[in-house]
């Protein structure tokens, strides 16, 4: 009887302690600096050298590139799967110029499968909600000064390959 | 009075069921209350790690290993880093080695602490599986800023680590020892004491050194019977030979043993971690690794001390940078095999006290 008793007091003991429960869709929880989220990519930084392709262990990502006038490669697509994506950083670690990162977001849940396709476009951004905006915060961007530029030229070169790619058609 | 008839009932256990701590299916044969057959029904889970793990780099493998014993994903990242290491005979740097043993020995922490959490539930006790999780969130949250995840860690590298520890973790870690110690304390004035639960598990599913041998128990389920076995003082590998800890045993080999020396273990863990952080030298996180690992071709077998027994990696490797073929020895899979012959004769009450006590997870039975 003692120990029950002795068990009891231990749980009354803790009844004016604060809660720890977070309520989660009203409070979201922070994440650290590490925290390994959804991806975003930057197309700029992007030397198409396909290593994050080649380590995934669930071969989630998938891209194209070509070769632009200045004998530069240039990427035309990215998509990452996050229906068998595992988030498991291997794509980052072998990024030679921080083209693809992670980000805090983690809330992927969709309505259908689809939807779990992230194209470029929608990686970028994702790019601009999460460093991109704390970059320009700080000033220290990759694309210099206003925010709206880095969007047009991204947006632009999507064009411009779309033409190509059109042109190529006719 | 005419003799009433009787049969044996076959009921299932599982695989949807919460006391079986994952997809665990156990068909029982039962004559009244009385367990007259138990056939443990594995597979659930399986996701064929091991053949998918031929067609995978080694550095590949490691985020599959998270998600054997999903509870201490450390120590299954570790089972295999060391094993390619000791194959390709690499130099970890000091301060590498001293950080795998810290998250290690917390992650072994946070993998008792469930324990003791799920064990409690199983038997019809809420508050602890609450208390614990209070704990284990600290140990994740650290976790969570060392590596990034909190379940999945990848955090363990063929030749040292990821990450180095972010400013200010250690002294975290040196202000949670105290802490934790504070909890274990509470949980023995909570649980230890309680005359339901000793009740329910004193003299439960007990067996000897020397059958837990025959079945080839390791951990915690054959140190329960007496036997002082532990890979981390028997076999010492990584840096463990130079921490001051002792391995608690049992004596009767029940459940109370097993539940008791989860706790003991937990004490002795913080201590290697306390020496840890006191030892833990500046420099690299990473050796010197060629660029694309290929160890010589041939058979190796490394065994870490697992959460719950012996974790051993087996590979055989033809030079190439894919292992040929690679076992995973999972400590959960071999203890369960007693299960049957523990349960015979039980009553059905029991076969959730005697399950909770071997301590499985499913990820790992199935691999």
Same mark, same amino acid.
Request: proline share 5%; charged share 25%; with cysteine.
């Given at each position: 009887?003692?120990?029950?008793?002795?068990?009891?007091?231990?749980?009354?003991?803790?009844? %004016?302690?604060?809660?720890?429960?977070?309520?989660?869709?009203?409070?979201?929880?922070?994440?650290?600096?590490?925290?390994?989220?959804? !991806?975003?990519?930057?197309?700029?930084? *992007?030397?198409?050298?396909?290593?994050?392709?080649?380590?995934?262990?669930?071969? *989630?990502?998938?891209?194209?590139?070509?070769?632009?006038?200045?004998?530069?490669?240039?990427?035309?697509?990215?998509?990452?799967?996050?229906?068998?994506?595992?988030?498991?950083?291997?794509?980052? /670690?072998?990024? %030679?110029? /921080?083209?693809?990162?992670?980000?805090?977001?983690?809330?992927?849940?969709?309505?259908?499968?689809?939807?779990?396709?992230?194209?470029?476009?929608?990686?970028?951004?994702?790019?601009?909600? !999460?460093?991109?905006?704390?970059?320009?915060?700080?000033?220290?961007?990759?694309?210099?000064?206003?925010?709206?530029?880095?969007?047009?030229?991204?947006?632009?070169?999507?064009?411009?390959?779309?033409?190509?790619?059109?042109?190529?058609?006719? | 009075?005419?003799?009433?008839?009787?049969?044996?009932?076959?009921?299932?256990?599982?695989?949807?069921?919460?006391?079986?701590?994952?997809?665990?299916?156990?068909?029982?044969?039962?004559?009244?209350?009385?367990?007259?057959?138990?056939?443990?029904?594995?597979?659930?889970?399986?996701?064929?790690?091991?053949?998918?793990?031929?067609?995978?780099?080694?550095?590949?493998?490691?985020?599959?290993?998270?998600? #054997?014993?999903?509870?201490?994903?450390?120590?299954?990242?570790?089972?295999?880093?060391?094993?390619?290491?000791?194959?390709?005979?690499?130099?970890?740097?000091?301060?590498?080695? &001293?950080?795998?043993?810290?998250? #290690?020995?917390?992650?072994?922490?946070?993998?008792?602490?469930?324990?003791?959490?799920?064990?409690?539930?199983?038997?019809?006790?809420?508050?602890?599986?609450?208390?614990?999780?209070?704990?284990?969130?600290?140990?994740?949250?650290?976790?969570?800023?060392?590596?990034?995840?909190?379940?999945? &860690?990848?955090?363990?590298?063929?030749?040292?680590?990821?990450?180095?520890?972010?400013?200010?973790?250690?002294?975290?870690?040196?202000?949670?020892?105290?802490?934790?110690?504070?909890?274990?304390?509470?949980?023995?004035?909570?649980?230890?004491?309680?005359?339901?639960?000793?009740?329910?598990?004193?003299?439960?599913?007990?067996?000897?050194?020397?059958?837990?041998?025959?079945?080839?128990?390791?951990?915690?389920?054959? +140190?329960?019977?007496?036997?002082?076995?532990?890979?981390?003082?028997?076999?010492?590998?990584?840096?463990?030979?130079?921490?001051?800890?002792?391995?608690?045993?049992?004596?009767?080999?029940?459940?109370?043993?097993?539940?008791?020396?989860?706790?003991?273990? #937990?004490?002795?863990?913080?201590?290697?971690?306390?020496?840890?952080?006191?030892?833990?030298?500046?420099?690299?996180?990473?050796?010197?690794?060629?660029?694309?690992?290929?160890?010589?071709?041939?058979? &190796?077998?490394?065994?870490?001390?697992?959460?719950?027994?012996?974790?051993?990696?087996?590979?055989?490797?033809?030079?190439?940078?894919?292992?040929? +073929?690679?076992?995973?020895? +999972?400590?959960?899979?071999?203890?369960?095999?007693?299960?049957?012959?523990?349960?015979?004769?039980?009553?059905?009450?029991?076969?959730?006290?005697?399950?909770?006590?071997?301590?499985?997870?499913?990820?790992?039975?199935?691999?």
């Amino acid at each position: 009887m003692f120990g029950f008793l002795k068990g009891l007091a231990v749980t009354i003991s803790r009844l %004016p302690k604060k809660k720890v429960t977070l309520q989660y869709p009203e409070v979201k929880p922070e994440w650290p600096e590490r925290f390994r989220g959804i !991806h975003e990519f930057i197309p700029e930084r *992007c030397i198409v050298c396909n290593q994050c392709a080649r380590i995934c262990p669930t071969s *989630c990502i998938s891209l194209s590139g070509t070769r632009g006038e200045d004998r530069k490669l240039r990427i035309d697509t990215y998509d990452i799967n996050f229906e068998i994506c595992i988030l498991c950083d291997l794509c980052t /670690e072998v990024c %030679p110029t /921080e083209a693809i990162k992670m980000t805090g977001e983690f809330e992927l849940a969709a309505y259908s499968r689809d939807q779990l396709y992230k194209n470029m476009e929608w990686l970028y951004q994702n790019y601009l909600r !999460h460093s991109g905006a704390k970059e320009l915060e700080a000033g220290t961007g990759e694309t210099g000064g206003p925010g709206e530029a880095g969007v047009g030229a991204a947006a632009g070169g999507g064009a411009a390959s779309e033409q190509k790619a059109g042109g190529t058609d006719e | 009075m005419a003799e009433i008839r009787t049969e044996e009932m076959l009921m299932n256990v599982g695989p949807q069921h919460p006391s079986t701590h994952g997809v665990l299916r156990l068909v029982v044969k039962l004559d009244g209350e009385t367990i007259v057959d138990v056939d443990p029904v594995v597979g659930y889970l399986h996701r064929g790690t091991e053949k998918l793990a031929e067609d995978l780099q080694y550095t590949q493998i490691i985020p599959y290993t998270d998600r #054997m014993d999903y509870l201490a994903a450390m120590l299954n990242n570790y089972a295999l880093v060391h094993a390619v290491e000791e194959a390709m005979e690499l130099q970890i740097p000091e301060r590498a080695e &001293y950080l795998r043993v810290i998250v #290690m020995e917390l992650n072994r922490i946070a993998s008792h602490l469930l324990f003791i959490g799920a064990y409690l539930l199983d038997l019809g006790a809420m508050s602890p599986f609450l208390y614990v999780f209070q704990d284990r969130e600290r140990i994740l949250q650290l976790f969570n800023e060392i590596c990034g995840a909190r379940i999945t &860690y990848n955090y363990m590298r063929i030749g040292g680590v990821k990450w180095d520890a972010p400013p200010g973790w250690i002294e975290k870690v040196q202000q949670f020892v105290p802490h934790m110690r504070e909890s274990i304390k509470m949980l023995h004035d909570l649980i230890t004491g309680n005359e339901i639960f000793l009740n329910r598990v004193k003299g439960i599913g007990a067996y000897d050194a020397e059958t837990a041998i025959a079945y080839s128990l390791s951990g915690i389920n054959l +140190r329960c019977t007496g036997y002082k076995w532990d890979l981390r003082r028997n076999r010492p590998y990584s840096i463990y030979d130079r921490f001051d800890f002792e391995i608690p045993v049992g004596k009767n080999g029940d459940c109370f043993d097993r539940y008791i020396l989860h706790l003991e273990e #937990m004490e002795q863990s913080l201590r290697i971690v306390e020496q840890a952080c006191g030892q833990i030298p500046e420099g690299p996180v990473m050796g010197k690794v060629p660029k694309i690992l290929r160890p010589p071709a041939g058979e &190796y077998y490394s065994g870490i001390e697992g959460a719950r027994g012996e974790l051993g990696v087996y590979f055989v490797s033809d030079g190439k940078d894919k292992p040929y +073929r690679l076992k995973f020895r +999972r400590p959960s899979f071999v203890n369960l095999q007693l299960l049957p012959s523990l349960l015979k004769g039980q009553n059905m009450a029991n076969l959730i006290a005697i399950l909770g006590a071997v301590d499985i997870v499913l990820g790992e039975v199935d691999c």
